[in-house]
């Protein structure tokens, strides 16, 4: 079984502070690990993922995360924040090579990340 | 290329009726899955499918069932619409291992049930 916490309901950051969003997850075998965003009103876009290559990802608009094993984590972040960041963030899990979990994704409850002037 | 389109974008059903979510995909890929986002919650699957003709449940499949006729569409189906069906309802689709599982997600169907 599989599961994913996002430490943090809700972020806020000032415009050009750093971002972290905090995703830890637990899963039998090997993770393939995502985040998403979800702009209001709109359905979820892939910002990053993991699986199994390099563990420092880096995906779309600065954002990157890095996959640690030892701590079951795979936090989110971007050096600057943009108020065009606003959004909520989801990380996911599926299983990796070898797993039989037909591509399905165990989501996180989300982060909703607010950017102040 | 369209992605992934939903239709339609916002319903409102009475308690027992019975409606259709369709969910179009033209990308050639195999597996598809149907999601309900809640406040607070996340994403839970509700139904999946690996191919034409082959579906099967996922973690909330309640009150919902799903046909797959052909490698584009995945409709959802609700029998008898009840309050707690009132979500935000995502199609998607994807590929498995080798092409990394990631999923394409259309933009939604918010139901509302009264």
């Known amino acids: 079984a599989q599961s994913v916490t996002q430490l943090g309901s809700h972020v806020s950051v000032s415009e050009g502070a750093l971002v972290l969003l905090r995703c830890n997850y637990s899963s039998s075998v090997p993770p393939y690990l995502f985040w998403y965003v979800q702009y209001p009103n709109q359905g979820l876009q892939l910002l990053l993922k993991y699986t199994s290559a390099a563990t420092l990802v880096k995906g779309i608009n600065d954002f990157e995360a890095e996959f640690k094993k030892s701590e079951t984590s795979f936090h989110l972040t971007k050096p600057s924040a943009h108020m065009s960041d606003a959004a909520e963030y989801f990380c996911a899990v599926s299983e990796g090579s070898g797993g039989t979990s037909y591509g399905k994704l165990t989501f996180g409850q989300g982060t909703i990340l607010t950017v102040h002037p | 290329n369209a992605g992934v389109t939903q239709t339609p974008k916002f319903r409102i059903l009475k308690i027992g009726q019975s409606m259709t979510l369709q969910c179009t995909q033209d990308m050639n890929h195999n597996y598809m899955y149907w999601y309900r986002q809640d406040p607070g919650m996340g994403l839970k699957l509700i139904y999946y499918?690996?191919?034409?003709?082959?579906?099967d449940k996922g973690e909330v499949p309640n009150g919902y069932n799903v046909s797959r006729s052909t490698t584009e569409d995945f409709p959802l189906r609700l029998e008898l619409a009840a309050p707690s069906q009132t979500s935000v309802y995502f199609c998607?689709?994807?590929?498995?291992?080798?092409?990394?599982?990631?999923?394409?997600f259309g933009p939604g169907t918010r139901l509302t049930v009264l």
């Open positions: 998607a689709s994807g590929e498995d291992y080798p092409h990394g599982n990631e999923q394409f």
């Open positions: 499918s690996v191919g034409a003709g082959i579906t």
